[in-house]
């Protein structure tokens, strides 16, 4: 069973440079996540998408945009990394919104020098 | 907003040992309450949740009891084992302070437990 995987595992970019961190599932699970990960500091979350053609913004979107073109795929793209965003990236996904599990991704580790 | 307290790490205990972490909540209306565990170099796994006040989650020798007239949701074990090694994350699910839906996580607890 894949659940939700996520690419790369690492990367290591320049500042300025941009990319896209890959997330898909296979569980036809409407809802979607990223969440960042601080060392001391729990889980924040950045976007999110309720549904195929939906998204909106968490607690943390600055810098950061999403599309969910599909049910399966919630590509996070970075524009111009800086060093504040130097942190471990998780996706999640869950059959429906507040009261269910969420399964996550084992997560991308991103440092921006 | 909603917030999440839990108390600080590292906790160390012999193998055998009765754990409790505890997780205090703030939250405006009645979220749902999870323990979410991570294993090194994995993703986060729901070990236990519950929806409303008293329900106790358990799982795999954890419980946890959802209590809202002290808003906690303290986690609980008899007897740990080296493989309950872990960072664990206390939990909310209700809208975020921007509206958005997603589970407000405390700053988690690394357990350490020794042979």
């Known amino acids: 069973n894949a659940g939700v995987t996520q690419t790369p595992k690492f990367r290591i970019l320049k500042i300025g440079q941009s990319m896209t961190l890959q997330c898909t599932q296979d569980m036809n699970h409407n809802y979607m996540y990223w969440y960042r990960q601080d060392p001391g500091m729990g889980l924040k979350l950045i976007y999110y998408?309720?549904?195929?053609?939906?998204?909106d913004k968490g607690e943390v979107p600055n810098g950061y945009n999403v599309s969910r073109s599909t049910t399966e795929d919630f590509p996070l793209r970075l524009e111009l990394a800086a060093p504040s965003q130097t942190s471990v990236y998780f996706c999640?996904?869950?059959?429906?919104?507040?009261?269910?599990?969420?399964?996550f991704g084992q997560g991308t580790r991103l440092t921006v020098v | 907003g909603n917030s999440v307290t839990q108390m600080e790490g590292p906790v160390t205990l012999s193998e055998e040992a009765f754990l409790t972490i505890n997780c205090t909540y703030t939250a405006t209306g009645y979220p749902s309450l999870f323990w979410y565990v991570q294993y090194p170099g994995e993703g986060l796994q729901l070990l236990l949740k519950?929806?409303?006040?008293?329900d106790k989650g358990s799982n795999k020798g954890f419980e946890a009891t959802y209590r809202k007239e002290t808003t906690s949701f303290h986690l609980e074990k008899g007897s740990v084992q080296v493989s309950d090694s872990a960072v664990y994350f206390c939990?909310?699910?209700?809208?975020?302070?921007?509206?958005?839906?997603?589970?407000?996580f405390g700053k988690g607890t690394h357990l350490i437990i020794q042979p």
């Open positions: 939990a909310l699910s209700e809208k975020t302070g921007g509206g958005a839906d997603g589970l407000t």
């Open positions: 998408s309720v549904g195929a053609g939906i998204t």
């Open positions: 519950a929806t409303k006040a008293d």
């Open positions: 999640a996904s869950s059959k429906t919104g507040l009261n269910t599990e969420a399964f």
